[in-house]
């Protein structure tokens, strides 16, 4: 089946733009996980969606940065007044429901570059 | 804070060889670990898992070694191949908590 899809694979703005990354899960998969990788470096925790429980935002670096999941499914991550230490790629990972052990799927992620 | 960290930033081996990947975790209340594999321009990929109860589990070329007591978390990749390079991550969790991530190593593999 389909894997994790985000889109645009890359994305260029400049300092002081909004941007918004998408995200859609695996189908039926109710955990939903944003993360940040800097070059070379590991994965930031951002955000995590658990079914209809309130979102762990605990990652988000500011206020500058949100993100929604609509109708349980589809996510947007949204960085408004973009920065350039926001350069990185952004990676969504969805996991199956109700299941706490169970292996986050990644998506290719978006290349985000601000100039 | 918790953190998941690995010993080697960087393991070079010859095809064929036996590769062993280590990691470090301080959460001695998580109970799920997995390893990822990120190959350049995608995301991680699954490898393989386990849980707390548990203290061995091998897949196909793949085996991970769990010692709760030492928290302490490794992945042995038999037979290493070219394809295996790549940098790979341990992660853990804890219940239906966010999946933390250590900084990874990077696998290389000569012919």
Known sequence: GA????????????KGKDVELRCDP??????????????????????????????????????RFSAERTGGSVSTLTIQRTQQEDSAVYLCAS??????NSPL?????????VT | GESVGLHLPTLSVQEGDNSIINCA????????FIWYKQESG????????????????????VTVLLNKTVKHLSLQIAATQPGDS?????AEKRG????????????????
């Open chain 2, 25 to 32: 975790y301080s959460n001695s209340a998580s109970d799920y």
């Open chain 1, 26 to 63: 695996i189908s039926g998969h109710t955990a939903l996980y944003w993360y940040r990788q800097s070059l070379g470096q590991g994965l930031e925790f951002l955000i995590y969606f658990q079914g209809n429980s309130a979102p762990d935002k605990s990652g988000l670096p500011s206020d």
């Open chain 1, 105 to 113: 799927h990644f998506g290719n992620g978006t290349r985000l570059t």
């Open chain 1, 3 to 14: 894997g994790v899809s985000q889109s645009p694979s890359n994305k260029v703005t400049e």
């Open chain 2, 86 to 90: 790549a940098v790979y991550f341990c």
């Open chain 2, 96 to 111: 239906f908590q966010k999946l933390v991530f250590g900084t990874g190593t990077r696998l290389l593999v000569s012919p």
């Open chain 1, 95 to 100: 996991s199956s429901a109700g299941v706490n």
């Open chain 2, 42 to 61: 995608k995301g991680p990929q699954f490898i393989i898992d386990i849980r707390s109860n548990m203290d061995k589990r091998q897949g196909q070329r």
